[in-house]
């Protein structure tokens, strides 16, 4: 009776343990939620708005121009950023009197709060390393639900 008990523990937390495998990789591999904090992309995402991020186009770089990306922030690799890729691997990009070309293996990064958005303007392109997720859409609040690209 007791080996009863035992099998149907470990048998669940067999398959508990399975599960958690399954979703850790659909997480890290596929997509997942993301909260925001910050100021950075306002008027397009708020602090607390939630987000749901796709993980497959940075990986195989199959982002562009105007995408909204999740990437480990290049001073504080502690700390997650949410911005607009503005500039590709050979791009221009004209900040002030100041032009800046993007290296090969870089992105150029920018908040829509230019005034208040710490970006590639203070700590330059970004390594395209760096890149976690591209944004898809906005799904709380629910009243201000969109889709950030075209599927």
């Known amino acids: 009776m007791f080996r009863k008990h035992i099998y149907k523990v470990l048998s669940v937390l067999g398959v508990t343990l399975q599960y958690a495998c399954i979703t850790h990789c659909a997480f890290e591999y596929i997509g997942e939620f ?3 904090s910050g100021p950075s992309m ?3 995402i708020h602090s607390k708005d939630i987000l749901f991020t796709e ?3 940075t990986r195989l770089r199959w982002y562009k121009k105007g995408d909204i990306i999740i990437s480990i922030c290049p001073s504080n690799p502690r700390q997650h950023i949410c911005k607009r890729l503005v500039g590709l691997p050979g791009d221009s990009i004209r900040h002030g009197f100041t ?3 993007v290296p090969i293996g870089h992105v150029w990064l920018e908040g829509d709060n230019s005034s208040n958005s710490t970006d590639s303007r203070i700590y330059g392109p970004v390594p ?3 890149l976690r997720g591209r944004a898809i859409c906005k799904i709380w609040p ?3 639900i969109a889709l950030f690209t075209k599927l």
Do not use: A, N, R
């Open 34 to 36: 993301v909260v925001c």
């Open 42 to 44: 306002e008027p397009t």
């Open 128 to 130: 395209q390393g760096l």
């Open 99 to 101: 032009t800046h070309i």
């Open 142 to 144: 629910l009243s201000d």
């Open 55 to 57: 993980h497959i186009s």
